[in-house]
């Protein structure tokens, strides 16, 4: 998936993420706050144009976005959340565990993802 510039100054400012595979997701502003990660790099430079992600892949990031949309638009209930993560491994929900809290998304959705933990057998390292 790769960034689309915004067609005019009026649209609502976007910024762009770069994985760590080196895909481009643009999000809103108000996505951006979500993820405190992100924010971070945007109050140390708003001109920023594009904002590296070393430790958060294409797969999850985009579940992660998913989530910050439904959630900043008040979309969020059971249904969408038992959907979320219906098809996902144990394995594809510890690693979307990992890329939320490298990317310190607020506690919501860590929080929501807590319940997909019990009875997942933790990891023998």
Not at 5 to 12: Q, T, V
Not at 31 to 52: G, L, R, S, W
Request: net charge negative; charged share 35%; glycine share 4%.
């Amino acid at each position: 998936m790769m960034a689309q510039k915004a067609s005019s100054s009026a649209s609502p400012k976007k910024f762009s993420l770069k994985t760590a595979d080196g895909d481009v997701f643009e999000i809103e502003a108000a996505i951006a706050k979500q993820m405190t990660t992100v924010q971070d790099f945007i109050d140390k430079d708003e001109n920023i144009v594009v904002i590296p992600l070393s430790n958060v892949f294409n797969k999850e990031l985009s579940k992660i976005i998913e989530y910050c949309e439904k959630c900043v638009t008040g979309e969020i209930t059971k249904d969408f959340e038992m959907e979320y993560v219906k098809d996902l491994s144990d394995d594809e929900v510890k690693v979307l565990g990992v890329a939320t809290y490298h990317l310190n998304e607020e506690a919501k959705l860590r929080e929501e993802l807590a319940w997909t933990f019990i009875g997942v057998e933790e990891d023998d390292n």
